[in-house]
Each structure stands twice: as structure tokens, then as C-alpha cells.
């Protein structure tokens, strides 16, 4: 496992921006694929966006699609999500999240991997509020 710890979180009016960082410590981050979840009070835990270990591949949930980046930044082993057009609906704790992958390989499963249990290692979680 590898720990991650996440940082960005706040609050925001509807049609703001913020940008989470979540950064990688104590591994190898290039032999990691990326993710962010989000989960709101009584909800499930909710698939955001990943990235291969590359970085030239993302996949986004409906939800957040064209409005939301992922992006990571090899040299400070840090992982990005720039959230634009924020809407009350995205209020939630946001969760990064990381699976290790062989190092021949892009990723280890069918891709995207988009389930809570495709990964093993969670970050602590930072709040989001968007207020209307």
C-alpha cells in the first residue's frame, strides 16, 4: 500500500472552481493508477475520474465530464483534480485513491477501473461544500 494524503477541499459558490491535490509518499508513484471517488452524507462511495500510470489516458464519470481534470505531476508525485462549474450536487467528501500495477503492464484489469474495490490504497478524504 502506499499513503496518500489529500488536501484542497472547502467551500465554494455554484459555478466556482477549486483544485484537489493528493500526494503520493513513500512509493514509487509512476507504478500507480490514480483516482479520485467522492461519497456524500448516506450516499455510496461514488466513482470521479482516473488516470493510467502514464498519464495520457483519463476516464470521467457522466456526472463531472467536461467539467472536472484529472492530471498528475510525475515530479512532485502528486495527482490533481481541477473541478470547474461546481454545483451543489458535487458537495461530498472526495477521496483519492490508488492501485498498483505491474511494471510491464498499463493496468492489471479491464479498463477503466471505476470500482471502490479496484483500488487498495485511500486517502483520509478532504470536504467539499458547494453552496447555491
Known amino acids: 500500500q502506499v499513503e496518500l494524503v489529500e488536501s484542497g477541499g472547502g467551500l465554494v459558490q455554484a459555478g466556482g472552481s477549486l483544485r484537489l491535490s493528493c500526494a503520493v509518499l513513500?512509493?514509487?508513484?509512476?507504478?500507480?493508477?490514480m483516482a479520485w471517488f467522492r461519497q456524500a452524507p448516506g450516499k455510496e462511495r461514488e466513482f470521479v475520474a482516473v488516470i493510467s500510470k502514464s498519464g495520457d489516458t483519463t476516464y470521467y464519470s457522466d456526472s463531472v465530464k467536461d467539467r472536472f481534470t484529472i492530471s498528475r505531476d510525475i515530479a512532485a508525485n502528486t495527482v490533481h483534480l481541477q473541478m470547474g462549474s461546481l454545483k451543489p450536487d458535487d458537495t461530498a467528501t472526495y477521496y483519492c485513491a490508488a492501485e498498483h500495477v505491474s511494471p510491464f503492464s498499463s493496468y492489471d484489469g479491464p479498463w477503466p477501473p471505476t470500482r471502490p474495490h479496484d483500488f487498495g490504497s485511500w486517502g483520509q478524504g478532504t470536504r467539499v461544500t458547494v453552496s447555491s
Open positions: 513513500g512509493r514509487s508513484f509512476s507504478d500507480y493508477v
